[in-house]
């Protein structure tokens, strides 16, 4: 076999840090379902009002993981930051805290638009319908 037909057969990259892609379909793809959730967490406590320090973000995820080490958390926050859809502060000596990119926000929010489309919600009335059946986000 030639390198370019050996190409083909190597498995894809992991979703590693590199630069956001600006298709939002083909960059939340690149991103592991680990690194999805983080991005949720981190936009449900900003949408809280809590801080989203790496603490803070465990809490959030341990409603979905039993348990969530430091030793896979970081590796994950860092690919994030990488591809600027998460941004890192000093929150004080101790702690870093996160936030959403606009990047990380307009991902997150074309992933919502794609979804209320394929589940026929277009529109605040048709999530709020849903929301009322007892189809929406439960886990706050």
Not at 8 to 32: F, H, K, N, Q, Y
Not at 50 to 76: D, F, K, Q
Request: net charge positive; with cysteine; hydrophobic share 40%.
């Amino acid at each position: 076999m030639s390198d370019d037909e050996l190409r083909d057969l190597e498995p894809p990259a992991r979703a590693v840090a590199s630069p956001a892609t600006t298709d939002g379909r083909r960059a939340w793809i690149e991103l592991t379902g680990f690194q999805r959730d983080c991005l949720e967490a981190v936009a449900r406590r900003e949408r809280d009002g809590v801080a989203c320090t790496r603490s803070g973000i465990v809490e959030t995820l341990e409603r979905r993981y039993p348990r969530v080490s430091a030793a896979r958390l970081e590796p994950n926050l860092r690919a994030l930051v990488g591809r600027e859809l998460l941004a890192k502060r000093e929150a004080d000596e101790r702690a870093t805290a996160y936030h959403l990119t606009g990047a990380g926000r307009a991902l997150l929010i074309q992933r919502a638009e794609r979804l209320a489309v394929l589940c026929d919600l277009r529109g605040s009335a048709g999530l709020e319908k849903a929301v009322a059946r007892g189809e929406g986000d439960r886990s706050g």
